[in-house]
């Protein structure tokens, strides 16, 4: 191939993955519009978007924020149980996701560290509901999910979330404890 071919089949991505973005961005402030269409009479959504109109956070928060979090907490005691750990992973789950595909990326490579991220996540939740001790089966047909060098057993994945809670509540000292123990040996 040429290089300007190259070049050429270079800007034809790059325009095609901008015409994606953009249309998934479209969709998205959609959606959203519509759902604020439904809602934009209640009282909660007034008072947001008065209180974003004198740039007052915490308003905002106490309007909108609160409440939705108080329904998040009743939907998760009436349904699941009232632990904090599942509180923590139902209503943080993008920011647990987050930190756990980072660390696998970070420690273990790009391969598949959404894949191990979930795994990782859902044997978790499944502990939480059910007492079953987070393991992953070797023996499984599959195993490209599961970590290889960090968080590989039970007790390192709940002190890691623990300390990952911790942080979330601005208590960063069992985190930075959770993280040396992982990254050093790691290493």
Partial sequence: MSGQ??????????????????????????????????????????????????????GFYAALKVPQEDLEEFLIETYVGADHRLMFVFQHSQFISGHLQNLFRKVEGNAYCVDKEGCVLSLYVRWLLTGEKIEF???????????????????????FLDGLNF?????????LEQLDKIIIPAS
């Fill in 5 to 58: 071919n190259s070049t050429q089949a270079t800007n034809e991505i790059a325009s095609l993955m901008e015409h994606l973005l953009s249309s998934f961005k479209e969709s998205r402030h959609s959606s959203a519009e519509a759902v604020y269409r439904q809602v934009e009479s209640t009282p909660a959504v007034i008072a947001a978007v008065d209180s974003l109109m004198k740039a007052d956070y915490e």
């Fill in 137 to 159: 089966d070797s023996s499984a047909a599959y195993t490209f999910m599961y970590p290889k060098k960090i968080l590989k057993d039970h007790e390192s994945i709940v002190e």
């Fill in 167 to 175: 942080l979330y509540c601005g208590k960063p000292d069992k985190y």
